[in-house]
């Protein structure tokens, strides 16, 4: 059985770092192999909408427009984590932010990723 749990969140103001943290735990030891990884967020109100994400084996990154340049996407497998740099916050970050595994691989699409952590909030305010 394997599990995510994100961790990290928190209140900050505008032009604040954060770093998240996803955590993978499972009895079967490594399990990732050619899997992607991502991170969603969701505002109140809003649909829930692709972050980044990181092929697991080769380490390729994926970002959304908004985040560019902002956010970095990382893992270290041996240790089966996964995180997010967020710099230079604003207010449109605030959001829970959720991690995802997708055995398709690669995808901007919250349905082709088959397990979700629970989520951390972020909240980015003056």
């Known amino acids: 059985q394997v599990q995510l749990v994100e961790s990290g969140g928190g209140l900050v103001q505008p032009g604040d770092s954060l770093r998240l943290s996803c955590t993978a735990s499972t009895s079967g030891g490594r399990i990732f192999s050619s899997f992607a990884m991502g991170w969603f967020r969701q505002a109140p109100g809003k649909e829930r909408e692709f972050v980044a994400a990181i092929r697991w084996g080769v380490g390729n990154t994926y970002y959304a427009d908004p985040v560019k340049g902002r956010f970095t996407i990382s893992r270290n497998s041996a240790e089966n984590m996964m995180y997010l740099h967020m710099n230079n916050l604003k207010p449109e970050d605030t959001a829970a932010y959720y991690c995802?595994?997708?055995?398709?691989?690669?995808?901007?699409?919250?349905?082709?990723?088959?397990?979700w952590g629970l989520g951390t909030q972020v909240t980015v305010s003056s």
């Open positions: 995802a595994r997708s055995r398709r691989g690669y995808s901007t699409d919250a349905a082709d990723y088959d397990l």
